[in-house]
């Protein structure tokens, strides 16, 4: 993600980092351990993860510039299908 973030935040990319199934304090330590350059919250109630279907561990849910969903990915990703993905809506 960080890779990815550097190299497309100049062409529109936003990363938003949203917490699951943790404590608040631990979501923001791990995003300051992670040194992630982008906002990070705390998915109080679990609201976010259910309206986007991420019920567990890490996922990515791809907003084009008009707010529209064009993609997910739910279960562990790789590089190469993160910018598959980023060329496709940026």
Do not use: C
């Not at 907003?63 to 940026?90: M, N, T, Y």
């Amino acid at each position: 993600m960080k890779r990815a973030y550097e190299e497309y935040k100049d062409e529109g990319l936003t990363i938003i980092g949203v917490g699951i199934q943790d404590k608040e304090a631990n979501i923001h330590a791990f995003a300051r351990e992670l040194k992630m350059d982008w906002a990070v919250g705390h998915d109080v109630g679990d609201e976010i993860s259910k309206l986007y279907g991420i019920t567990f561990g890490a996922g990515v849910v791809y907003i084009d510039r008009k707010g529209i969903v064009q993609g997910r990915e739910i279960k562990a990703f790789s590089p190469a299908a993160l910018e598959r993905s980023l060329k496709e809506i940026l």
